[in-house]
């Protein structure tokens, strides 16, 4: 036997499977010119496109923030904007914890559960409805600019019980 069980032998994985698996990757080479810079303008698109929504929603953020007399800088710190967010709702600290894991932890559609519970909290906090935390759950930039950006709309104070200074 040339390996271990804790030392596997790295010659048969180069020579036989790894070789093969990396072959696959040579299809780009093969594409014509107009192809590739038709995928990669596809990709700069989305990527543009995604940036435009980042800013997007932390401006509305920011703006929101500010409404709500919280520092407007937290909206472009990942995690705290969230803290904040949640000190806008009103809901316990173990939420924020509860909530932040699952974010990176759970699967999308048990998140997109869970972010829809606490949006309604936000949007109960600054007077809407279940229509308006159905939009932050499903297009968080636009109705962050609608909350941040709007006049009429005013934070009415947390919605949850608890109030974290």
């Known amino acids: 036997m040339s390996g271990d069980w804790y030392f596997p032998d790295w010659h048969y994985y180069n020579n036989n499977g790894l070789d093969e698996w ?27 496109i995604a940036l435009t929504f980042l800013i997007l929603q932390i401006i509305g ?34 939420w924020f914890i509860f909530l932040a894991l699952a974010l990176v932890c759970v ?7 869970l972010f829809g519970f606490f949006n309604y ?9 279940v229509g308006f935390a159905i939009g932050l759950t499903l297009l968080p930039p636009i109705f962050w600019m609608i909350l941040g950006c709007s006049s009429e709309i005013k934070y009415k ?4 019980p608890f109030k974290i200074k």
């Open 22 to 48: 990396l072959s696959q990757f040579d299809n780009w080479n093969r594409l014509t010119p107009a192809v590739q810079g038709f995928v990669v303008g596809l990709l700069v698109i989305g990527v543009l």
């Open 61 to 94: 953020m920011a703006k929101t923030f500010k409404k709500a007399k919280q520092p407007a800088w937290a909206a472009i710190v990942p995690f705290y904007n969230l803290f904040i967010s949640y000190k806008l709702t009103g809901l316990e600290l173990w």
């Open 107 to 113: 699967p999308w559609p048990a998140s997109v559960v």
């Open 121 to 129: 909290k936000l949007a109960k906090s600054f007077g809407k409805n």
């Open 157 to 160: 104070g947390p919605d949850g």
